[in-house]
């Protein structure tokens, strides 16, 4: 994944976050760069890096994961992935309030 399209996935998630956060629902970001390193034997080993797709993690305030929000390389649309659920739902990118009312739908109930 390159770096400009990281960042295009990574400001739609933020808007899923905000309307998360303004619901009382805490996410958080997550970036991923995978390193490989080619060692040559001299001082500096040459190596590459991969950027993986940015992805939104939701949680409940005890800390349990339950919803997870990465955008489609191909189709550009929401991919959420419900911890109730096998499957993956997609939502179009321009509706990112269903991805907030689908996992509300879902939102463990939250003890005092």
């Not at 949680?59 to 929401?78: D, I, L, N």
Request: glycine residues 10%.
């Amino acid at each position: 994944m390159t770096d400009t399209t990281a960042e295009q996935h990574d400001m739609a998630l933020a808007v899923v976050q905000r309307l998360l956060k303004a619901r009382g629902v805490r996410a958080y970001a997550a970036h991923t760069i995978g390193l490989r390193l080619l060692g040559t034997g001299g001082l500096h080993p040459l190596g590459e890096s991969r950027r993986y797709a940015p992805e939104l993690i939701v949680h409940s305030g005890a800390g349990w994961v339950f919803a997870t929000v990465t955008m489609g390389a191909r189709s550009g649309c929401y991919l959420v992935s419900l911890w109730n659920g096998f499957d993956l739902r997609t939502v179009k990118r321009e509706h990112p309030e269903k991805v907030a009312d689908l996992i509300l739908s879902i939102r463990p109930e939250e003890r005092a």
